[in-house]
C-alpha cells in the first residue's frame, strides 16, 4: 500500500518570495514521485518527476524538488515566487504494477500568490 | 501522438442522456487510468486498464458507469442516462514504469 499526504491545502506567499509545498509519502515499493501543477480551468501539466536518478530533481519554471527517502518527503520549492504561480498543486507517487493502489494522488494544495 | 489525447474536450448534454468520452494514450503506455475532478474537490479514481489484465473497476460510482480498452490502446468511458452530478473534468493518464502523462480532460456538463 501507499498514500500520499500534501501537509498544506494552502499556502500563501507574497510575490518575490520562495515556496515551499510539503509532500510525505509511504509506499512499500521504490516509488516514482510526480508534482503537476493545474491552473483554473486547465489540465494537468507535469512540473517534474523523482524516477530513482538524481535525488534533487529541476522542473520547469524554476521549480524543484528533493528526494529524502530517510524523511520519505518530496517537497516541491521555487526561490522567488511568480504571480503566475497562483494554482493547484499535487504531489502523485507511482508504482510499477499500478491499480488503483498504484497511482496516488495527494489532496492538492492551492497556492496563492500576494501582491 | 505526442501526449495523452482526450475528446471531446467539452461536453453538454441533457440529463438523462448517454455520453462517450474518448481517451488516446502515449503509443506503448501499458496503463490507462480515468479520474474525475469536480468543481473544488480533488481527484476521484475511477478505473484502470493494465495491460490485458481484467480492469481495476473499483472507483466507479454507480452501474451507469463503464470503460473498455480496445487493443490495449484508446478507451472509452460511457456514462448511461446521465445525472446533474455527473458534472466534472474527466482526465485520463497513462503511464509506463516511470513515466505518467494526463491527458488535458472532458469537461462534462449535465444540464
Known amino acids: 500500500a501507499q498514500s500520499v499526504t500534501q501537509l498544506d491545502s494552502h499556502v500563501s506567499v507574497s510575490e518575490g518570495t520562495p515556496v515551499l509545498l510539503r509532500c510525505n509519502y509511504s509506499?512499500?515499493?521504490?516509488?516514482?514521485l510526480f508534482w503537476y501543477v493545474q491552473h483554473p480551468n486547465k489540465g494537468l501539466q507535469l512540473l517534474l518527476k523523482?524516477?530513482?536518478?538524481?535525488?534533487l530533481v529541476k522542473g520547469i519554471n524554476g521549480f524543484e524538488a528533493e528526494f529524502k527517502k530517510s524523511e520519505t518527503s518530496f517537497h516541491l520549492t521555487k526561490p522567488s515566487a511568480h504571480m503566475s504561480d497562483a494554482a493547484e498543486y499535487f504531489c502523485?507517487?507511482?508504482?510499477?504494477?499500478?491499480?488503483?493502489?498504484?497511482?496516488?494522488f495527494g489532496k492538492g494544495t492551492h497556492l496563492i500568490i500576494q501582491p | 501522438g505526442a501526449g495523452v489525447s482526450q475528446s471531446p474536450s467539452n461536453k453538454v448534454t441533457e440529463k438523462g442522456k448517454d455520453v462517450e468520452l474518448r481517451c488516446d494514450p502515449i503509443s506503448g503506455h501499458t496503463a490507462l487510468y480515468w479520474y474525475r475532478q469536480s468543481l473544488g474537490q480533488g481527484l476521484e479514481f475511477l478505473i484502470y486498464f493494465q495491460g490485458n489484465s481484467a480492469p481495476d473497476k473499483s472507483g466507479l460510482p454507480s452501474d451507469r458507469f463503464s470503460a473498455e480498452r480496445t487493443g490495449g490502446s484508446v478507451s472509452t468511458l460511457t456514462i448511461q442516462r446521465t445525472q446533474q452530478e455527473d458534472s466534472a473534468v474527466y482526465l485520463c493518464a497513462s503511464s509506463s514504469v516511470k513515466s505518467l502523462h494526463f491527458g488535458n480532460g472532458t469537461r462534462l456538463t449535465v444540464t
Open positions: 523523482y524516477t530513482s536518478a538524481a535525488t
Open positions: 502523485v507517487v507511482t508504482r510499477s504494477g499500478g491499480g488503483a493502489d498504484g497511482l496516488t
Open positions: 509506499s512499500s515499493y521504490s516509488p516514482s
